[in-house]
């Protein structure tokens, strides 16, 4: 007697269902992306990315990938080139330049980042050692190999 047309409820459910367990899976990877990357790259995002940029081309100043591995060709670790970047960062000078003498005759001396406290600068010269370098782009596992071919490149 009674007609039982249910087949659109259940599917729709099951829709809804698959929206809120996407939902709640993607959640936490976004999340942990997030936490994953350092406070490092928002300080330079707020304060160093107007001039810089990852990758060549630049805009105002020498990308980051090429001033990476310029740190790691002079300094072996990542303590040092932190100190010497944090340095710099506060008061850069033609003689405390590591970067080829083009660099600065190109886009002339970096002014100074006087309004960043001490921690953001170690913060984000320790994000900056840590980025990819030497042109391949393959991450910070390679680092120790690139070193002896840097001069080549
Ligand atoms: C107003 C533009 C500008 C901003 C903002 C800026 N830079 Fe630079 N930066 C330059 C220029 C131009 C050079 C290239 C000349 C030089 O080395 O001083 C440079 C060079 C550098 C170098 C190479 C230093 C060397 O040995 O010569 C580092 C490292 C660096 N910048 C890091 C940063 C970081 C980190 C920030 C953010 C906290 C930042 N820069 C913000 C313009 C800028």
């Not at 340095?87 to 002339?108: D, H, V």
């Not at 960043?116 to 913060?123: H, Q, V």
Request: hydrophobic letters at 35%.
């Amino acid at each position: 007697m009674t007609k039982i047309t249910k087949t659109e409820e259940p599917s729709a459910m099951k829709h809804l269902h698959m929206f809120v367990i996407a939902g709640v899976l993607a959640l936490p990877v976004l999340q942990n992306a997030e936490a994953a990357s350092t406070e490092g790259s928002a300080v330079f995002t707020r304060n160093c990315s107007v001039c810089h940029t990852f990758n060549p081309p630049p805009k105002t100043a020498p990308p980051i990938g090429p001033i990476a591995g310029q740190y790691h060709r002079k300094f072996t670790s990542k303590a040092e080139g932190v100190d010497y970047m944090v340095n710099f960062l506060k008061t850069p000078s033609k003689e405390k330049s590591i970067m080829p003498a083009g660099a600065i005759e190109r886009f002339g001396l970096m002014p100074p980042m006087a309004g960043l406290s001490e921690e953001d600068l170690k913060a984000v010269a320790g994000w900056v050692w840590d980025q990819p370098w030497g042109g391949t782009g393959q991450g910070t596992g390679k680092s120790k190999k690139q070193q002896g071919n840097g001069d080549c490149q």
